[in-house]
């Protein structure tokens, strides 16, 4: 699949090897700098139009370059602009160096510069490839401006965080408006990244989409262009058994609300048929509160292998209220072949044997998606949850590598990663998700859509943007069996 290009992640590396491959294609690198910084000042002058002054603050690097430019078209265009530069500028190399020629002016130490009434600050110091913490000078102006509450309009992005991991470096400015340039990074879009941006907007400054998409990776936005052409659509001849038989298992009578929430949800999501396989003792009170949903006793796994060999079912959902033990990882297991979520306890009983999960799903196309929040992604791949230097996107990709399976790594910043190398940040999701049973209600919708015939990845990406969309369709004060009644899928954009 081809990720459109509005979506497209670079990480910093790839937006060097652009910036590269651009130069050797024969445009004017300084052409570059000119209309990206040209590009600020613009921003700038729309969004902040009562400044007093501008504070452009310049780095020593190419980030720096783009500050100069934007000072220089900020006075052109009638403004009060002040510049203060980090490090020596007569060791500016390149095309910072000529745009600091062209700027002509003055500049301070960054040092010296004290927030005032009506400033804007142009934070031009770092760009997307900081890879160490900033150095005290930087963290002690960040301070000011944060204790005066000066709005920062970001070059690229706020200096001090880390471009592909999205995690401040030592400290980091906190923008009201980021301009960065072709491509948004991951840093951009995961947590906390996201919430240090502000507005962001993305400025093409003339690469060709050609050069971008032979840099970059398989790391997009979460969309539903990328998946919408796959998501079933009810046709005039379409019967329940051709829109899939879910099956969501239900833990023992004091554990049942999780399973009801998950095949309720599946059954809104496009399931033709939702049934929940239940213990004896739950019977009882499953049936109480079922009705569109059927139900069936399942107790061991004589009775699960007896059933799936007769029934015609077509995708499984296990976890939610299950329990851990030997019991769920018997169930997993006898799915080896079968479309599985595997969400909650279900992934916590592989926690001591994960290769054994894994070797399990290992042949033929990917069938498993799991979907664990932070400590159960430690449970199953300690050594990666450890990995301080890796982003949220990394580790979901070598997990989902690893497992053999499409991994959905929950959060406000929900990461969805695939075992061929394709990754999605999803960013739809309004903060009133954060309540529980909300994951239940996640398994269930992507259940539904592997039952409906999506393919594991789709499926997955799918999920995650609807349910977030249905959590937007009910607003604050959200529970999640509302939640659950809003989970039809309903493509807006």
């Given at each position: ?42 921003s700038?002058?729309r ?7 501008f ?72 760009g ?105 659509a ?7 058994y ?7 298992f ?17 059954l809104?999501?496009?399931?033709g ?66 479309p ?28 498993l ?23 949220k996107?990394?580790?979901?990709l070598?997990?989902?590598e ?92």
């Open positions: 699949m081809s990720f459109p290009i509005d979506h497209l992640l670079l990480t910093p590396n790839e937006m060097t090897a652009a910036d590269t491959a651009a130069a050797r294609s024969g445009i004017v690198s300084f052409d570059l700098m000119e209309r990206a910084g040209r590009a600020v000042a613009a700038a002058l969004n902040f139009p009562g400044a007093l002054r504070a452009v603050l310049c780095g020593p690097g190419n980030n720096g370059g783009d500050g100069y430019v934007a000072a220089r078209a900020l006075v052109e265009a009638g403004a009060s602009v002040d510049v203060f530069h980090l490090g020596d500028p007569e060791r500016l190399k390149g095309d910072a160096r000529h745009a600091r020629h062209l700027w002509g002016g003055s500049s301070e130490p960054l040092e010296s510069y004290q927030p005032e009434q009506s400033d804007i600050v142009v934070d031009a110091l770092f997307a490839g900081l890879a160490r913490d900033v150095p005290e000078a930087v963290q002690l102006v960040i301070g000011k401006v944060d204790g005066a509450k000066v709005p920062v309009l970001a070059v690229d992005l706020p200096s001090g965080l880390c471009g592909r991991r999205g995690v401040p470096l030592g400290a980091s400015f906190t923008a009201r408006h980021t301009v960065t340039f072709m491509a948004r990074k991951p840093g951009h879009l995961l947590l906390p990244g996201r919430s240090l941006c502000g507005d962001i907007e993305v400025f093409d400054i003339g690469i060709p989409a050609r050069i971008i998409r032979s840099v970059a990776g398989r790391i997009c936005e979460n969309s539903p262009l990328l998946w919408r052409d796959l998501v079933p009810p046709e005039a001849a379409t019967h329940k051709r829109r899939g038989h879910l099956v969501v239900s833990g023992e009578g004091t554990k049942t609300g999780a399973a009801r929430l998950a095949a309720t949800a599946g809104k999501a496009g399931a048929l939702v049934t929940i396989g239940s213990p004896a003792d739950a019977l009882p009170v499953n049936a109480s509160s079922l009705t569109a949903v059927m139900l069936h006793q399942i107790d061991d796994l004589d009775d699960l292998q007896n059933w799936t060999a007769s029934a015609k079912l077509s995708a499984f959902v296990l976890g939610p209220g299950f329990s851990v033990g030997e019991k769920a990882r018997q169930f997993v297991l006898a799915f080896k072949d079968r599985l979520v595997l969400d909650a306890d279900g992934i916590t009983s592989f926690k001591e044997r994960p290769s054994e999960l894994f070797d399990a799903f290992a042949g033929g196309e990917t069938r998606v799991l979907t664990p929040h932070e400590g159960e992604f430690g449970r199953l791949f300690p050594d990666l949850a450890r990995e301080q230097d890796q982003s996107v990394e580790k979901a070598r997990a989902a690893r497992a053999h399976a499409v991994i959905v790594y929950k959060g406000a910043d929900t990461v969805i990663a695939g075992p061929d190398g394709r990754a999605c940040i999803n960013a739809n999701g309004p903060p009133w998700l954060a309540t529980a049973g909300s994951g239940d209600v996640l398994a269930g919708m992507i259940g539904a859509l592997l039952a409906q015939g999506m393919p594991a990845f789709e499926a997955a990406a799918a999920g995650v943007y609807l349910h977030a969309e249905a959590a937007k369709r009910v607003g604050r004060g959200m529970t999640a069996e509302d939640l659950a009644a809003h989970a039809s899928v309903t493509l807006t954009g």
